[in-house]
């Protein structure tokens, strides 16, 4: 069978044809949504967000396995320490939350039942709590970062006036983390006032140290053994 296509008087109606064309194919992409977002690995197995659901799949390759099925939306995955328990940001019930479940997408539980944004950023090591960003502080505009347990239990907020991002040493004395946050920003090369800057706070003696003092941007450190990774 061959297709038959109309003969098109002039170059205008091919040009309605073609932006027709181009909105209806692209906007099928988008609806797809992005591959591989906010990967997250435990030992052998890396999890995922595509298509605004949360993927696994082994670290070597393989088919992945689909583990959320909600209509909401979920992002940033982190495996709890021992990897038996997932955190994201569940976009449920019209407000963005902090959830967890198993790590084979089962017993979905609510954390945080606050009318801000709550995102998830990852877990504490030792106190084997969610660590989440939230503006709830009395100066607006400046995020925070808090510890809850998986039940919903024991918030806390960190001493850090200003924080966005954050990752803990392996004994939890110190965290690597960003002020601000700028993640989703889409300006290459920016240099202005809100350029972000990776620094150490210690706990126990109460000091905080610039450790990248670059014009441009630092961000999303991850503090693995006794080194500290990030983009920039």
Not at 87 to 110: H, L, Q, S, W
Not at 173 to 178: F, R, T
């Amino acid at each position: 069978m061959k297709a038959v296509l109309p003969k098109l008087k002039n170059t205008s109606t091919m040009t309605v044809l073609v932006v027709i064309f181009n909105l209806v194919f692209f906007t099928s992409l988008m609806a797809q949504g992005p591959l591989l977002r906010f990967p997250d690995i435990h030992e052998d197995l890396i999890v995922f967000v595509h298509g605004e659901d949360i993927w696994s799949v082994a670290a070597d390759g393989g088919v992945a396995t689909r583990l959320t099925i909600h209509d909401g939306e979920e992002h940033y995955p982190r495996f709890s320490p021992d990897g038996n328990l997932i955190a994201f940001t569940g976009y449920y019930d019209g407000n963005p939350d902090v959830y967890v479940m198993n790590k084979y997408g089962g017993e979905i539980t609510r954390v945080t039942y606050h009318p801000g944004y709550d995102e998830v950023i990852g877990w504490h090591p030792t106190k084997n709590k969610i660590i989440f960003s939230a503006y709830r502080s009395d100066y607006p505009g400046y995020s925070e970062l808090f510890l809850i347990s998986p039940d919903g239990t024991g918030t806390e907020k960190l001493i850090l006036h200003e924080a966005a991002r954050g990752s803990f040493s392996a004994d939890g004395n110190q965290i690597a983390y960003n002020k601000v946050s700028r993640e989703n920003r889409t300006w290459k090369r920016y240099k202005g006032g809100t350029a972000q800057d990776i620094y150490i706070y210690d706990f126990k003696t109460d000091e905080e140290k610039n450790i990248s003092n670059f014009e441009g941007t630092d961000r999303m450190p991850m503090w693995i053994n006794d080194k500290i990774y990030f983009t920039s």
